[in-house]
Each structure stands twice: as C-alpha cells, then as structure tokens.
T-cell receptor
Framework: QKEVEQDPGPLSVPEGAIVSLNCTYS??????FMWYRQYSRKGPELLMY????GNKEDGRFTAQVDKSSKYISLFIRDSQPSDSATYLC???????????FGTGTQLKVEL | NAGVTQTPKFQVLKTGQSMTLQCAQD?????MYWYRQDPGMGLRLIYY???????DKGEVPNGYNVSRLNKREFSLRLESAAPSQTSVYFC????????????FGPGTRLTVL
C-alpha cells in the first residue's frame, strides 16, 4: 500500500464548476501537506501548503486536511480552462525526511 | 521553476551506457530529492539528501547512485543504463522556516534504447 493514495482520474468538468480533489494517507507521522500543479511537460509547482489539520484558502483554491480521517482535499472554485493540469498531493513528516507524493489526478476544465 | 536547475534537458542513451544528471539549487535548502515520473505511476522517489554529506534511498533506488557534492548540488548517476530507466527525472529542493519553500527543476527526459 502506498503511503499517499490519489485517484488518477481523469476528471473533466465544465468551466465555472467547483472541483474537489482528494487524497488519503496512511502514515500518522505526516505533519505537512501540499498540493502541486503540473502542466504538461513541466515540473510540478507548489500550489498550496498546510501544516497539520485545518483549512487554508488562497484565491480560488482551498486546501483541507483532516488528520483524524487521514484525508487531504483541494477545492477549486470557479474553475477555468487554465486550471487544466495534473494535481499532485504530497505529505511530509518534517526534518530530513522524504516527501511522499500521490500519483496525481489529471483535471480538464472544458469551455 | 525558479532556483533549481537541471542538466541536461534531454538525453538518449544506449543500454549499458552511463551518465550523470546534474542538479543545483541556490536557495540554501538543506533537503534535495531525485524523482522519476512515469505515466500512471506518479512521482517516485529515487534518493534524497537531508543535508550536505548525507543521502538516503527512496522507493526505487536500484540502478542509481547519488552524490551530494555540497549544499547546492545533488547529482544522480546511472552506471549502466537499462530501458526500464527511460523516464522523466525531476530534482527538487525543500527548505524554509516550516518547509514551505519547495521547488522542482524543469526535468530531464531520458530515453534508453
């Protein structure tokens, strides 16, 4: 079992829809949770970063972490065609440890 | 991909050849990582380095070696390339007050024939 699990999709939504992307994890020691966006043929870029449980909002993006259920979510409001990309969740224990990724969810926002 | 550079961007090797992928970061981060990305497999960790002089195996280390030459540089070496090592390789660095600074390089597309 992978430490971070993510539905690979693909997920297709109309422009303006609310998108919900989710991951689960198994390692209780994870303290830092991240979402990355990766456009085709590019490196991943950090989109959202959360420490421990709770919500974090940045513009149209909201990240949620529920440590009790080991569940990580990313919500995108008013989705745009420019949001079409692969979204990867990741988790980290801190210190000099490894950063563990989910497999990524491919999102397409259609006009 | 500000701050993390990778060379080369593209490479074609024959089976059995060797090569070194170079990675450098200028953000004074302690932690650096090498990942490979294959369709449907996500990012898989090959090796990582928590600080200068230390390296640790990740999920898929077989067939690779690494060197953390100094704080800036973290290289990945394929001693005897195999077709199964055809992939896109990404280097990343992590640091900041609460590990909130994370950057990936642009990637190296490697084909082994």
């Amino acid at each position: 079992q992978k430490e971070v699990e993510q539905d690979p999709g693909p997920l297709s939504v109309p422009e303006g829809a609310i998108v919900s992307l989710n991951c689960t994890y198994s390692n209780s020691a994870f303290q830092y949770f991240m979402w990355y966006r990766q456009y085709s043929r590019k490196g991943p870029e950090l989109l959202m970063y959360t420490y421990s449980s709770g919500n974090k909002e940045d513009g149209r993006f909201t990240a949620q972490v529920d440590k009790s259920s080991k569940y990580i979510s990313l919500f995108i409001r008013d989705s745009q065609p420019s949001d079409s990309a692969t979204y990867l969740c990741a988790a980290f224990t801190g210190g000099g440890n490894k950063l563990t990724f989910g497999t990524g969810t491919q999102l397409k926002v259609e006009l | 991909n500000a701050g993390v550079t990778q060379t080369p961007k593209f490479q074609v090797l024959k089976t059995g050849q060797s090569m070194t992928l170079q990675c450098a970061q200028d953000m004074n981060h302690n932690s650096m990582y090498w990942y490979r990305q294959d369709p449907g497999m996500g990012l898989r960790l090959i090796y990582y380095s928590a600080s200068e002089g230390t390296t640790d195996k990740g999920e898929v280390p077989n067939g690779y070696n690494v060197s953390r030459l100094n704080k800036r540089e973290f290289s990945l070496r394929l001693e005897s390339a195999a077709p199964s090592q055809t992939s896109v390789y990404f280097c990343a660095s992590l640091g900041g007050l609460n590990y909130n600074e994370q950057f990936f390089g642009p990637g190296t597309r490697l084909t082994v024939l």
